[in-house]
Structures are given as structure tokens and as C-alpha cells.
């Protein structure tokens, strides 16, 4: 008996004495005057154990069965579930195998079969929150995620990220490289698709900002009197088309998307696993088909505003020339323009006054085409060859004259010269000056 139950039984066994009423009883115990009176008759026949539920020490009729039990934990014991939790197998035991268990249930079941491991509540450092923004489109936050996505059965890939911070909107899509180009090609779908939102809110890497290279001389200078900065090609793209960027200074800052990171790496994985997929075509298909419309229908959230902030495209808005690799480039005296090793020629009909010697914006676009403007006009270009120079001839003499080759060792000649300079030709000065002068004549015939 609980105390619960200890309590009640005092208050019942005063209404039975009539010290106070049925009335002030149901009062107390929180329950009708009807329910009292069949708890005091319950308590004249069986005594005090009548306050006891007669459900307490039964089993639940809910209870599962050992062979609906024995079945779950033979399919997630499989190697194709591994490290699933309880949420999410419960979901693909109800989708692919016709299994209905609870979350809890489940968990108790996996628990008792080795299959998870219950984790304890830890207490984290409170920080303070942000809140979300009113309206979609408001603020997107935009980032990457390198991970083994595919577990080693393919190549490594990159996962893109855009997640409205209103509703937790997603959009994401699975990339071999995280470059500029792709960056580019994820935010053109995104635009299609929603419009332009008024910010983007990503980190400080070089795809988004450019990287500071101040001299010493000028690194005590406050940041506000260096030099600007020029935009990066994302940059850019985003200044061109009126839609606002915002560095974040920590990880924690955009945490939206850094913990979307967290359920896909859970989820995702497990997913594209189940599914089978290789490779980047069929991974993006699983993301498209299967990940993104669980999640915008699972954990988006309705915005505080329902009034959606993106802002439609515009005539003036052109994403082939926005969303481009942009470059700067001088037409030379004849016309034409070097870019990557290759030349361009400007069309005859296109040449404008002025334009000889001028700079003009070449894009290098993401079909692969390129465009140059001149004064906001597209010119027509072609791709030409340049004719290779000739290559120099061998000068070639009529008659030449014909040389005898070099002895490769000494001669015979060689050896006689050498011979006669370390000849003995007469007696040494040592010899000379030993000579008795007295016993020879004055002078020598």
C-alpha cells in the first residue's frame, strides 16, 4: 500500500464514522460523491485493501506478446539496424514490417535484448536561447557537413544544408566536393523553388569570406581602417541578387543547422543503409524521395508569423549570370580575350566603340558556357585556336668539312714530348759548382 492509498483510506474511514461528509470526502479525495460511496461499501466488505486498484499486480492487456517480442528483436538484430534507436525503429518496423510497437515499449524491449542502452540525463551548462525568427524566409542558415554518409560503400561525400530558422525548413543535397560551383548549384534550386530570402547565415569560411592577408606593418591597424576586402564569387552572387550575409562567430551560434547535422548523420545514415545506395545518384535520390519529406513533415514547426518574407525573382534578376564564376579581363587589339589558357574572339558585329582595351565581365558558368558583358550587354564570343608557330628548320651547310675525330687517349707523339721534357740533358748546378778550378783552364772551348 502506497501512501497515496494510506491517505484515502483515512479520509474514507472519517466519512464512514461520520465525522465529516460524503460530500467533503469527494472533496478531498478529488473524485465524485458516487465514486465515495462505492468505495465505502467496498471498504465495509473487504476492508482496507479496498482503496487498492484491483488492476495492480495484473498484467497490462496491452502487454505484448513473447512471439511478437522475439520477432522484433530477430529483425533488429539484424546488421542492416545496427545502432538504431528506439524512435526510429519503431518507425521502420511499422513502414516495412507490418509491426506496430510504441516508442517506449520498444525501448524497454531493446534495452532487455541488449540492443540499446539506456543513457542518463546530463546536466549541460545553460546558455541563452535565441529565438527562432517570425516569418519563413526571414533568416536561412547554410552550411556543410563532411561525414560517411555512405559508410564506406562509396565515395566520400558532402551533405549541403539550407534550414529556414522560422519552421526548420530543409533543403539539402549530397555533393562530391564542397566547392563554389556546388555551393552554387544548391542555392540556385533553393531560389526556384522558395524565392530570395532576406539573409543567409553561414560561418566564416573562404567560400564566404575572403580570407584577411595584412602585412605586419598594418596588423595594429583597428579592422575598420584596413582596406576592404573583396567578395568571394558567393559573395557576390548574394550582393547581385539583394539578399543580406551574416557571419556567424561560433558553431554554437548557428546551432540550428549544426544539430540537423546531428539527425541526419543518425537518420540519414541508417536510411540510405536501408536503402541500399552507393552512390551520389542514389543517395540524392533516397535524400529527395524519402529524408527531406519525413523531415518537413515531421519537424517543421509553424512560423510565429504565417506572412512568408522571401521575395519573388525579378526580370532584373538573372541567375545564369549571378551564379557564375565572375572574372575580370582586358580585349586586346584584336579583339579578343584570354581566359584559362583559352582565347575568345569577340564577334565583328558585336565590337563597340571603346571597347578595344577596355575591361568587360567574363562568367564562367555552371553549363559550362561563358558570357562577357560590356557595358550591361551580353557580346557573342567563340572559342578560337591560336595557329601554332612553326617550328625552326636546322641550318644546313653545302659542303661540309670533314674532321677527323679526337684520339680519345695520348698519342704516341704526346708520349715522345713528354718523354724529352724530363730528359737529362747535362750535370746539375751542385755538380758545376764542385769543380776545381785550379786544375782547368780559365775558360772553356
Known amino acids: 500500500m502506497t501512501q497515496r492509498d494510506r491517505d484515502r483510506l483515512v479520509v474514507l474511514k472519517k466519512a464512514q464514522k461520520r465525522l465529516i461528509t460524503q460530500q467533503q470526502a469527494s472533496v478531498e479525495l478529488e473524485m465524485t460523491p458516487r465514486q465515495v460511496r462505492r468505495l465505502l461499501r467496498r471498504l465495509k466488505k473487504e476492508g482496507d485493501k479496498a482503496v487498492i486498484h484491483k488492476l495492480r499486480g495484473r498484467a497490462s492487456n496491452r502487454r505484448l506478446s513473447a512471439e511478437m517480442r522475439e520477432k522484433a528483436v530477430r529483425i533488429l538484430s539484424q546488421e542492416v539496424y545496427r545502432g538504431f534507436g528506439p524512435t526510429l525503429a519503431s518507425e521502420y518496423l511499422r513502414g516495412k514490417h507490418d509491426i506496430d510497437i510504441g516508442r517506449e515499449a520498444l525501448r524497454q524491449v531493446m534495452i532487455g535484448a541488449g540492443l540499446w542502452r539506456a543513457r542518463r540525463q546530463k546536466v549541460e551548462k545553460p546558455h541563452q536561447w535565441r529565438e527562432r525568427r517570425d516569418s519563413r524566409g526571414e533568416l536561412v542558415q547554410w552550411d556543410t557537413s563532411e561525414h560517411d554518409w555512405l559508410e564506406g560503400r562509396g565515395q566520400r561525400l558532402y551533405l549541403i544544408h539550407m534550414i529556414d530558422d522560422a519552421t526548420s525548413e530543409l533543403t539539402a543535397r549530397f555533393v562530391r566536393a564542397d566547392s563554389t560551383e556546388e555551393n552554387m548549384r544548391l542555392l540556385w534550386i533553393y531560389l526556384e523553388r522558395h524565392g530570395r530570402p532576406l539573409a543567409f547565415y553561414t560561418d566564416k569560411a573562404s567560400l564566404f569570406r575572403t580570407a584577411p592577408k595584412t602585412p605586419r606593418d598594418k596588423q595594429t591597424l583597428p579592422r575598420d581602417e584596413r582596406e576592404p576586402l573583396p ?215
Open 231 to 445: 567578395p568571394t564569387q558567393i559573395g557576390r552572387a548574394l550582393a547581385e541578387l539583394g539578399i543580406v550575409w551574416i557571419a556567424a562567430h561560433s558553431p554554437q551560434a548557428k546551432g540550428r543547422v549544426e544539430r540537423s547535422f546531428g539527425t541526419a548523420q543518425d537518420r540519414l545514415v541508417k536510411g540510405l543503409r536501408v536503402a541500399g545506395a552507393n552512390t551520389i545518384e542514389e543517395a540524392n535520390r533516397y535524400l529527395d524521395e524519402e529524408f527531406l519529406p519525413w523531415w518537413n513533415q515531421h519537424l517543421k514547426v509553424a512560423p510565429a508569423n504565417p506572412t512568408d518574407a522571401h521575395r519573388q525573382l525579378s526580370a532584373e534578376h538573372d541567375l545564369a549570370a549571378s551564379l557564375s564564376q565572375v572574372q575580370t579581363r582586358q580585349v586586346a587589339s584584336d579583339y579578343t580575350i584570354r581566359l584559362e589558357g583559352k582565347v575568345y574572339l569577340i564577334a565583328r558585329d558585336q565590337i563597340r566603340p571603346g571597347l578595344r582595351h577596355a575591361n568587360v565581365r567574363v562568367e564562367n558558368r555552371l553549363d559550362g558556357t561563358v558570357s562577357v558583358r560590356f557595358a550591361g550587354r551580353c557580346l557573342e564570343v567563340t572559342n578560337c585556336v591560336p595557329a601554332e608557330k612553326p617550328a625552326l628548320k636546322a641550318k644546313t651547310v653545302a659542303n661540309p668539312v670533314k674532321r677527323r675525330p679526337l684520339p680519345v687517349g695520348p698519342t704516341e707523339a704526346s708520349r715522345a714530348a713528354l718523354s724529352q721534357l724530363f730528359r737529362k740533358t747535362g750535370p746539375s748546378v751542385r755538380e758545376v759548382a764542385a769543380i776545381n778550378r785550379t786544375l782547368t783552364r780559365d775558360r772553356f772551348d
